[in-house]
């Protein structure tokens, strides 16, 4: 039985389209059920439709600061369509901690950084800003804490010295595509399991070294 996945999100919703690409193969161990959004005008809504995905809009701004009256029309929204995990694909709102904890353990979001490095906003600029010489991204369970949670998978990048924000960030985003849907795999098909507080796997170990800059 495919898992039944809802991603939620705020944006253009390149994750979101990685994800629902991905799921589109028989072997795939999740389905993309249901893309809600917070917002009317994200773009992501109408890429989703077009791929014959149902998509629902719950308003974040018609609930005020009413975080938790938001999330009952969530909720309920989940439960009508059976969902198993939720995959945040820039979902620029913030939960409670009740409905964090309902969901520990079946709720996925993605960052670009290399967490615990850079949470919150803008974290590629934060990243030039701070001189690292390697980023990513990071897929992880979501808990209380913004952008933080075990981690599921991350993918890195060489940070270059003439790098903008923005290059850094298409850069990410590249990965962002690659680790979501395999992480989704590896969770929806029981492969990852929870060890000494740390997720770990029996999917192969990366085989590669990155050194930036480069060395000969
Ligand atoms: C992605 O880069 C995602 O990692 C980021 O928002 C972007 C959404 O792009 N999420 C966060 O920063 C979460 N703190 P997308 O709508 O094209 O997937």
Redesign the pocket.
């Known amino acids: 039985m495919k898992r039944r996945v809802a991603i939620l999100?705020?944006?253009?919703?390149?994750?979101?389209a990685a994800l629902i690409r991905a799921a589109a193969a028989a072997d795939y161990p999740a389905e993309i059920a249901l893309v809600i959004s917070n917002r009317p005008d994200a773009g992501?809504l109408k890429k989703a439709a077009a791929s014959g995905i149902a998509t629902t809009t719950i308003e974040s701004k018609s609930f005020n600061n009413d975080r938790s009256a938001f999330e009952a029309v969530l909720q309920s929204t989940l439960d009508q369509h059976r969902i198993d995990l939720i995959c945040?694909?820039?979902?620029?709102r913030l939960f409670t901690a009740e409905f964090v904890q309902r969901w520990y353990g079946r709720m996925l979001?993605?960052?670009?950084s290399l967490l615990p490095a850079f949470?919150?906003?803008e974290?590629q600029a934060q990243a030039l800003r701070a001189g690292v010489k390697i980023s990513g991204?990071t897929v992880h369970f979501v808990i209380p804490q913004?952008?933080a949670g075990p981690i599921l998978m991350q993918g890195a990048v060489a940070v270059h010295d003439d790098d903008t924000a923005e290059a850094l960030?298409a850069r990410?985003?590249e990965i962002?595509h690659r680790i979501y849907p395999a992480a989704l795999r590896l969770v929806a098909g029981g492969q990852m399991r929870f060890e000494g507080g740390i997720w770990k796997t029996s999917a192969d170990a990366a085989p590669a070294v990155l050194i930036s800059p480069a060395v000969s």
Do not use: K, Q, V, Y
């Open positions: 999100i705020s944006g253009r919703g390149s994750n979101m992501g945040l694909a820039g979902f620029m979001n993605i960052h670009p949470p919150g906003l974290p991204a913004t952008d960030a990410i985003l962002e």
